[in-house]
Antibody, heavy 118, light 108 residues
């Protein structure tokens, strides 16, 4: 069964950086688009960024453009999110999600909490 | 950017009743790319429906999706105790994804 396990969250100061990781198992990682989706406390879901199977294309939401970078290492079955210039508005649980059929997300990790605060 | 608006914000029903959740898009969307998720407290979302009406693997047939254009519906035919949760609709278009704000389905 497919599994996604995020790590790297924690408390970071405003203006700081954080790198999230997602370890994938139970499926052929290199054949799927992958995404990061976040959820601020008590709020709904927000797609953050995604990356093509071979890493040749990536896209992100306007609010993180120029600050966040998504990447992947197919040899290590891992997905990453490098987050720079963090603000309080970036405080959220960050989920790693697998791209499913017809633009859906068919498998999710348990999430990792990122808190931006001084 | 397509904005998805879900209604109602909260729906109070009893087990055994039928639930109808709505998702309205700000403009006509490609119906191929409309999905629904269920999220319980402290858990990750779970895919229920993709492509408007196709159930994801392992999803009971009491869950069904329908709609076209700008109006979409998730129906739960007979509520089970485990169905009380928050539900989100989601759309994909031009390398971008959007979610509705969610409908909380609570026990009456």
């Amino acid at each position: 069964e497919e599994q996604l396990v995020e790590s790297g969250g924690g408390l970071v100061q405003p203006g700081g950086s954080q790198r999230l990781s997602c370890a994938a198992s139970g499926f052929t990682f290199s054949t799927y688009w992958m995404s990061w989706v976040r959820q601020a406390p008590g709020k709904g879901l927000e797609w953050v960024a995604n990356i093509k199977e071979d890493g040749s294309e990536s896209y992100c939401v306007e609010s993180v453009r120029g600050r966040f970078t998504i990447s992947r290492d197919n040899a290590q079955n891992s997905l990453f999110l490098q987050m720079n210039s963090l603000t309080a508005e970036d405080t959220a649980v960050y989920y790693c999600a697998r791209g499913g059929r017809l633009g859906s997300f068919d498998s999710w990790g348990q999430g990792t909490q990122v808190t931006v605060s001084s | 950017e397509i904005v998805l608006t879900q209604s109602p914000g909260t729906l109070s029903l009893s087990p055994g009743e039928r639930a109808t959740l709505s998702c309205r898009a700000s403009q006509n969307v490609d119906t191929t790319y409309l999905a629904w998720y269920q999220q319980k407290p402290g858990q990750a979302p779970r895919l229920l429906i993709f492509g408007v009406s196709s159930r994801a693997t392992g999803i009971p047939d009491r869950f069904s999706g329908s709609g076209s254009g700008t109006d979409f519906t998730l129906t739960i035919s007979r509520l089970e105790p485990e169905d009380f949760a928050v539900y989100y609709c989601q759309h994909y278009s031009r390398s971008s994804y959007s979610f509705g704000q969610g409908t909380k389905l609570e026990i009456k």
